[in-house]
């Protein structure tokens, strides 16, 4: 039998501690509101890092990869090398390039053009 709410196996009697099982069921409870946010901090997409230290607090990202180190991590960050140009626009959008130099015109720039 199976308790909506709690993760499987919670139930009386089994073998998971029964923390476990509390937490989970107040959460459900309370549905997201602030109450016991400094002992538990909040990890909105449950990539095991707490919301103010997440690179992305909205995207599964549990290598908080952050190729430049600006806080936002990659799998969020629109300006991925931090050269100030969005990574739509970027010619190496990983590489710092903020001059976009591109000699031959290929649309690769120089910074990450093999030839
Ligand atoms: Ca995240
Ligand atoms: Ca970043
Ligand atoms: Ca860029
Ligand atoms: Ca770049």
Redesign the pocket.
Known sequence: MLWPGLPIGCFPGDPVPRQVCADAAVEDEDQGIEQDSLVTPSDRDGDGTADERDGCPDVFDPSQADQDDDGIGNACDA???G?D???AT?NC?DAANADQLDSDGDARGDLCDPC
Request: net charge negative; no cysteine.
């Open positions: 300006d991925l090398d050269d140009v969005p990574n970027d959008p």
